[in-house]
């Protein structure tokens, strides 16, 4: 594709429930990190692929987030039993090779709202 | 792991005046340091970038400073006009992982 593309743009969900975060990097891109930015806040880091490598999941905040990353394309950011603190932009970024470039293009984001 | 500070949080300055934000990192081993601009609601997009092995890096108005020794880096805007009003995230990279600043907002008063 030409950018990296994230769905859904817009999510709202009740307290408790799961959701699905997905995204889809620049084509032959082999690093893909995700981030979590609050209101007003930073980029918080939360998890990185590169390739068959095993991922860096130091960032991830609990055990009710996960994310795997199929075929070294996709990837699915999870997040189980959503609590009102989840609430953020969720940002998807890849890169071609934190090796080579470390250019990082960003998606456009995924707003999560936990009521 | 690494930490990166950024200062200030957020700046205004009047159009035309020059607008410096600073960086400090923590782990010795971060050899790229970028720079990120995030409009109201857009995504971040890298405006410059600068590697361990340089001192000085300049692209039109904008430029970064790094000092490998004391652990911090520097952009600095020049000639600043409405457009350059956005968030901005100075980043390291350590290994595999990029770590990013806090942010600062700096809007530019015409």
């Known amino acids: 594709g030409a950018g990296v593309s994230q769905s859904p743009s817009n999510k709202v969900t009740e307290k408790g429930k799961d959701v699905e975060l997905r995204c889809d990097p620049i084509?032959?891109?082999?690093?893909l990190y995700w981030y979590r930015q609050s209101l007003g806040q930073g980029l918080e880091f939360l998890i990185y692929?590169?390739?068959?490598?095993?991922?860096?999941k130091s960032g991830l905040p609990s055990d009710r987030f996960s994310a795997e990353r199929t075929g070294g394309s996709v990837s699915t950011l999870t997040i189980q039993r959503t609590q009102q603190e989840d609430s953020a932009v969720y940002l998807c970024?890849?890169?071609?090779?934190?090796?080579?470039?470390?250019?990082?293009?960003f998606g456009s984001g995924t707003q999560l709202s936990v009521l | 792991g690494e930490n990166v500070e950024q200062h200030p949080s957020t700046l205004s300055v009047q159009e035309g005046d020059s607008a410096v934000i600073k960086c400090t990192y923590s782990?010795?081993?971060?050899?790229?340091f970028p720079w990120y601009k995030q409009e109201l609601g857009k995504r971040p997009q890298l405006i410059i970038d600068?590697?361990?092995?340089?001192g000085e890096k300049k692209d039109q108005r904008i430029a970064v400073t790094l000092n490998k020794t004391a652990k911090h880096f520097s952009l600095h805007i020049t000639e600043t006009q409405p457009e350059d009003s956005a968030v901005y995230f100075c980043a390291a990279l350590a290994g595999q992982k990029v770590t990013f600043g806090t942010g600062t907002k700096l809007q530019v008063i015409p």
């Open positions: 084509s032959g891109h082999t690093a």
């Open positions: 782990d010795s081993a971060s050899n790229y």
């Open positions: 600068i590697r361990s092995n340089v």
């Open positions: 970024a890849s890169s071609l090779s934190l090796a080579t470039n470390e250019k990082l293009f």
């Open positions: 692929f590169q390739g068959n490598s095993a991922p860096d």
